[in-house]
């Protein structure tokens, strides 16, 4: 988990979602007082507060959060996070790096599962991880990079662009920080709020999953049992990312102190 690194490559693209958003939320009210272009340029230039749009995105018409698509770029997650989340297809598009076409033989960069962090486990799974990558490096010396892939184990960091609506952003928040998910995935989605959430928190604010916003969990008895709670008004995927995963917080702390001596 160590490493993994998030970037919103449009962050333009937030704000002209909400003003979209407001806009075609008045234009149901207003279409009556709509004759020419002018008017309706009116409309979609009429100013609007950070109340409006947290009514806006309460309502339950989702169809008006998703004028706009936001980029997101995931260095440095696994090839399982990749299989995880692209089960995600609705009004989201996915482009990763090739096991096909690029050459990963002199790669040895893996990600770490949290739980093997700073454990004797550590070492054994690279290890595993190394030997794969070599007898990849061996074959293909004489073998294509597609056939060459299968032996790429799953821990293989990876570069993957994820596209979608702000609906779809949030719905994939909600469902991938509940804890019956891996941590890997948890963490990304973490992340991906975090970085949404300070751009516009009115818009990215109720994103949590069902314990979080309903006070309890419906997934009965497949249920972690632990509900997430929040104890400040501080950005909500922070708070989780602290609680869950210290020894993260921890690792990226030292190497913040290492690349400043």
């Not at 891996?182 to 973490?190: A, F, G, Y």
Request: proline share 4%.
């Amino acid at each position: 988990m160590k490493h993994i690194e998030i970037k919103i490559l449009n962050p333009d693209e937030i704000k002209n979602a909400e003003k979209m958003m407001v806009c075609a939320a008045r234009l149901t009210q207003s279409g009556h007082k709509i004759s020419n272009l002018d008017d309706f340029m009116n409309v979609y230039n009429r100013p609007y507060s950070d109340n409006t749009v947290k009514n806006m995105v309460s309502l339950p018409h989702p169809t008006i959060q998703k004028f706009g698509t936001i980029n997101i770029v995931v260095v440095g997650a696994s090839r399982r996070f990749l299989a995880q989340i692209t089960r995600h297809q609705n009004e989201v598009k996915f482009m990763s790096a090739s096991l096909q076409y690029s050459d990963y033989s002199d790669s040895n960069d893996f990600a770490i599962p949290y739980e093997f962090i700073d454990t004797d486990a550590e070492q054994t799974y690279l290890a595993d991880c190394r030997n794969s990558m070599n007898v990849y490096k061996q074959l293909a010396s004489s073998n294509n990079n597609d056939s060459c892939g299968y032996l790429a184990p799953q821990g293989l960091r990876n570069v993957l662009i994820i596209s979608a609506t702000p609906f779809q952003w949030k719905h994939m928040i909600s469902q991938r920080i509940c804890r019956r998910n891996t941590d890997e995935t948890r963490i990304v989605m973490l992340k991906i709020w975090t970085q949404l959430y300070k751009l516009s928190p009115s818009f990215f604010g109720n994103c949590g999953p069902f314990c979080l916003s309903d006070g309890a969990c419906r997934e009965g008895k497949m249920s972690c049992g632990k509900l997430i709670k929040l104890v400040s008004d501080e950005s909500p995927a922070e708070q989780i990312l602290n609680a869950d995963y210290p020894k993260l917080i921890c690792k990226e702390d030292k190497n913040n102190e290492d690349q400043g001596n």
